[in-house]
Nanobody
């Protein structure tokens, strides 16, 4: 099983970025797939996921309305479109697959290596 993130970078507040996560070794029918992030000095935070059963998307309150998660089953890839970025969104963003949709670290089965997103003010 492998998860490879890409698309991070340095942007200014208000800008947009799209993160990608290419998955291999499993399909989206097997597990929920999600995004976590970890800001400096803070714990990892689950921010979005897509259910394996119905493809429903779930978001944390901190990013709801600004970030959109989607998936391309044919490419076995998920995306995180991030709009209206804020300096507090600065973090390492991790793609995960998980046993549930609670956005809990306890449900995560595997982590990608992460991609850095830095938002300057």
């Amino acid at each position: 099983v492998q998860l490879v993130e890409s698309g991070g970078g340095l942007v200014q507040a208000g800008d947009s970025l799209r993160l990608s996560c290419a998955a291999s070794g499993f399909t989206f029918d097997d597990y929920a797939v999600g995004w976590f992030r970890q800001a400096p000095g803070k714990e990892r935070e689950g921010i979005s996921c897509i259910s394996k059963s119905d493809g429903g998307t779930y978001y944390s309150g901190s990013i709801k309305g600004r970030f959109t998660m989607s998936r391309d089953n044919a490419k076995n890839t998920v995306y995180l479109q991030m709009n209206s970025l804020k300096p507090e969104d600065t973090a390492i963003y991790y793609c995960v697959y998980a046993t549930g949709i609670r956005l809990s670290v306890k449900d995560v089965v595997s982590w990608g290596l992460g991609t850095q997103v830095t938002v300057s003010s």
